[in-house]
């Protein structure tokens, strides 16, 4: 599972217009495997409504300091209790103020100063109130006091206005919610990883290319960062951002990969091969566009180098992993390709179906090494990349 995998997060959301943020970040934390949990302001709720957030949450919704359900009618004290992290999200220019001033008149600031968790506290507000000294006297406070502070971040504001101030987005604020509890499995270690397809060219205008969207290798490169390695992602062409932390190699054809690979080789512990590499190439590539004049048109390809099992045969070589995107006999092919390839493991899935695959954000897989396997059921594409890196930091 995820760094959030049995955590127990507390969201409080404040009444600011970016509340409508918080519907993701509670599905961005779920995700990650943290169980959520929601308090809301009064103000919140005019934003958003507590039954929008219990349907996602799957959890009753907070919002009075008295709770005449909860244990005791302490709600504050249990909820204190139960947070392994308590992240405030919006956080507005009033709820940092009273947080800086230690008041305990709601329930959001009465369990914040109870509870022994960690903080993180995302500030949304307008820019001329982010800039204010008094806001900067209080954001000061909380850092002296280990408060981790995500964002603003700067854009369009709804008020008109240009400049810092915007909720951080809602992977951000997961994503160093998981860093509080990063599993460091591959602290230290050199990750190299191939993604996204590669493109032959046929002319100056067309190529041959495939489906593949990049989304599964750049979900390992952000698993292996959290846990701690020191990553390289080579990229054929697709339209992704490069994770934090991660040194991008940007490729086109599959020699282009090759010659990075083998370029990575010497400074690589670990090498995944998740890139959907074209297995052969146009013979002969034409300098001017080819003019459509027949029917038909005849191509003479060539293969291309095999890179998996190129860097699975160096001597010494990095721990080898390979994927296998098949539309039949999945494991059938899989096993084929660890034996034939000398890999140390291989994720097999089945690309065949609307539910995983190219262009989605789930995926189902086997991952097989020599010995063993295991299942992973459907799910996203970033709890499988984290589930495979406990399964190399195993193998390792």
């Known amino acids: 599972m995820g760094q959030l995998s049995n955590r127990h997060v507390l969201l409080g959301i404040t009444g600011g217009i970016a509340a409508y943020k918080s519907a993701q970040l509670v599905r961005d934390l779920q995700e990650a495997g943290a169980t959520v949990r929601v308090v809301m302001t009064r103000g919140a709720t005019e934003f958003i409504?507590?039954?929008?957030?219990?349907?996602?949450?799957g959890n009753p919704v907070h919002t009075e300091l008295l709770d005449t359900e909860a244990e005791a009618g302490m709600g504050h004290i249990e909820l204190a209790r139960w947070a392994d992290l308590v992240i405030i999200a919006p956080a507005t220019a009033d709820f940092i103020s009273r947080l800086a001033q230690g008041r305990a008149d709601d329930l959001l600031t009465t369990l914040c100063l109870a509870t022994p968790s960690p903080l993180i506290v995302a500030p949304a507000m307008n820019q001329g109130m982010w800039r204010d000294p008094a806001t900067g006297n209080n954001i000061a406070t909380l850092q002296d006091r280990g408060i981790t502070l995500v964002g603003p971040a700067e854009g369009s504001q709804a008020c008109g206005d240009v400049g810092p101030g915007r909720m951080e987005e809602p992977a951000v604020i997961a994503g160093r919610a998981q860093a509080l509890f990063s599993s460091r499995l591959l602290e230290g270690r050199r990750v190299c990883i191939t993604a996204g397809p590669t493109r032959e060219a046929l002319d100056p205008v067309r190529y041959i290319s495939n489906h593949s969207s990049g989304k599964m290798g750049y979900a390992i490169a952000r698993a292996a960062v959290e846990a701690g390695a020191i990553t390289t992602l080579i990229s054929g062409p697709v339209h992704l951002e490069t994770p934090e932390n991660v040194n991008r190699v940007e490729v086109v054809s599959a020699q282009n990969m090759y010659d990075a690979a083998m370029q990575q080789l010497s400074s690589c512990d670990i090498f995944i091969a998740c890139a959907a590499v074209a297995d052969y190439r146009?013979?002969?590539?034409?300098e001017q566009k080819i003019k459509k004049s027949t029917d038909s048109m005849q191509l003479e390809l060539?293969?291309?180098?095999?890179i998996v099992a190129a860097v699975a045969a160096a001597n010494p070589g990095p721990f080898t992993v390979g994927f296998a995107a098949e539309t039949e006999q999945l494991e059938v092919y899989a096993q084929k390709k660890l034996q034939d390839k000398g890999l140390d493991m291989i994720v097999a899935n089945d690309v065949s179906g609307a539910q995983g695959g190219f262009n989605s954000d789930q995926n189902a897989a086997t991952i097989l090494w020599p010995g063993g396997s295991t299942e992973v059921p459907l799910t996203s594409k970033g709890q499988m990349a984290r589930l495979l890196v406990e399964a190399i930091a195993a193998q390792l």
């Open 282 to 286: 146009p013979k002969t590539v034409d």
């Open 302 to 306: 060539v293969q291309n180098p095999d």
């Open 49 to 57: 409504t507590p039954l929008t957030l219990q349907a996602l949450s």
